[in-house]
């Protein structure tokens, strides 16, 4: 399991580790320093390209399914676009604008 936190809330649990179970301190360290070494410049170009992908595919399918309504004269929504495109309606509603503009 991942979260985010700030460097204040880090430093802060660090104290409270130190305070209470030097091994879970120890523990925390360690993979505090295996977050950082993993995020090397190549994955994180790799981790871009793929979101940028997909977010590519998912505009493709978001045209296709505004067509295919507008050719079968139903109403353009973003749910129906969703349905139509076989995404989720969260992704389709981060279009919602690019699908209102069809």
Known sequence: MRITITNEEFNNIQKILVQNDISLYERFNEEFKKSILSCTPKKIKATNKANIAKRRKSRNAITNAVNMLRFEDRDI????????????YNTAKQYKDFILAQ
């Open 77 to 88: 929504t973003v749910y129906s676009v969703a349905k139509t495109a076989a995404i989720s």
